[in-house]
């Protein structure tokens, strides 16, 4: 019986472990909350990321390691590493920490993405929205997720304000893409290079925050889902990847452009568990373990909702057809996610109305979120007269 060791215990690796326990694995979470929602399903080593007495028992008879989060520090992932084998590598880790190095390492593979540029210090900021044009979205190099640490800015005085709001830290400057839809792209790649593509979702952010995904994505031209598998293919091959990767993109005018790059499994794959053949989850630990990969078909079309801030009623979700629930047994916060439903249809022609039906039934949980997006946005911008948090129009 392998034992997988996971760098991080919330929803990931906790479905990690519900799809790995089937085929006869165990797992160690590392992860400094006690609170860590994969906690339930293996065995959990709670210490701060440079304990390292902790990662030493934390290492201790491991088969196989690997990370469900991006903020893993990688010194912690170097010594992993050292100690045992981690998948993905650390290379992955330190490439996707820093979103100037990642923007930076995509364009270096000849991969379009908006226009950017950094901003180490106030003095340039000027200059630099000369050179990438407003409206801009200004991003934290580092730390930032579902939308938080960013805002878009559409003059400069508003830049300046973001610039302090933000904490007067390195950012990345980007061109605001006025996109026609956003895609991603979730791909596995096997120990022995082997590769198998999901089929594109389409995925609908609130505020920088993932809402709902339809999986397939509708209307993709066999052309564009090749163009995003050779995209993604150039990003596995020059990180010598193992397991599943995630590609964000945004579609302009017919034309990917890479937002960003999660090397791991991504809440847009989570339609995954029901609607195709093989999970994301399975595929990465079959990759992870050295075993063939499963196959990445679409089961029908699915509709995915991700549960924000307040847990819908359960009855009244399981008394939907083909409807699935997933919770993931953390506390209920303004804006946190705390599970997700997906929904299959058998035929695509369908989705519509059941997606009008399961947007009725989730709007209680859209207006508290609502709610939470004013507040984190009031924090933001606490002593300035800030500028628009990211997910308003420029
Ligand atoms: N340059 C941009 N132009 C337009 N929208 C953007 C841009 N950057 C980010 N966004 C919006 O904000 C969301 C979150 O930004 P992203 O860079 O993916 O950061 P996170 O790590 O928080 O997911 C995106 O999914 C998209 O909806
Ligand atoms: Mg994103």
């Given at each position: 019986m392998s034992l997988i060791g996971v760098l991080g215990g919330g929803q990931l690796g906790r479905m990690l472990a519900l799809a790995g326990v089937p085929l006869g694995l165990r797992f160690r979470f590392f992860d400094p909350?006690?609170?860590?929602?994969?906690a339930a399903l293996g065995q959990h080593v709670c210490a701060?990321?440079?304990?390292i007495a902790s990662l030493t028992r934390f290492t201790d008879g491991l088969d196989v390691a690997t990370y469900?989060?991006?903020?893993?520090?990688t010194p912690t992932a170097a010594f992993v590493n050292g100690r045992g084998r981690l998948f993905p590598s650390p290379l992955a880790l330190g490439v996707t920490q820093d979103r100037l190095v990642e923007k930076q390492f995509i364009r270096r593979l000849g991969l379009h993405t908006a226009a950017f540029a950094a901003v180490d210090?106030?003095?340039?900021l000027a200059s630099v929205l000369v050179s990438v044009g407003l409206p801009a979205v200004m991003k934290?190099?580092?730390?930032?997720?579902?939308?938080?640490?960013q805002m878009v800015v559409r003059t400069a005085a508003e830049a300046e304000h973001a610039w302090v709001a933000l904490g007067r830290q390195p950012v990345v400057v980007e061109g605001f893409v006025p996109f026609d839809r956003e895609l991603s792209l979730v791909i596995v790649r096997g120990r022995s290079g082997e590769t198998r593509a999901y089929p594109l979702v389409e995925n609908h952010h609130r505020d920088g925050v993932l809402h709902w995904s339809l999986?397939?994505?509708?209307?993709?031209?066999a052309a564009l889902q090749a163009e995003a598998e050779l995209a993604a293919g150039c990003i596995l091959n020059a990180l010598d990847y193992t397991g599943v990767l995630t590609v964000e993109f945004f579609e302009h005018r017919g034309r990917l452009l890479v937002n960003e790059i999660a090397p791991r499994v991504h809440n847009s794959g989570?339609?995954?568990?029901?609607?195709?053949?093989?999970s994301q989850f399975e595929n990465h630990l079959r990759a992870i373990l050295g075993l063939p990969l499963g196959s990445t078909a679409a089961i029908g079309c699915s509709i995915l909702h991700n549960i924000i801030g307040a847990l819908p009623d359960t009855a009244t979700i399981l008394a939907q057809p083909h409807t699935y629930l997933h919770v993931y047994g953390k506390a209920p916060?303004?804006?946190?996610?705390l599970g997700h439903v997906t929904t299959r249809v058998a035929?695509?022609?369908?989705i519509g109305s059941r997606l009008l039906h399961m947007q009725r039934l989730f709007k209680t949980g859209s207006v508290r979120h609502d709610a939470a997006r004013v507040r984190r946005a009031e924090e933001e911008r606490a002593h300035t007269a800030a500028p628009a948090d990211i997910g308003g129009a420029p």
């Open positions: 909350s006690p609170d860590a929602p994969a701060p990321y440079d304990d469900e989060f991006e903020c893993v520090p210090d106030g003095d340039h934290r190099r580092r730390h930032g997720y579902d939308g938080r640490g999986a397939p994505a509708p209307a993709i031209p989570h339609w995954t568990i029901e609607g195709a053949e093989t916060r303004p804006g946190r996610k035929e695509a022609r369908d």
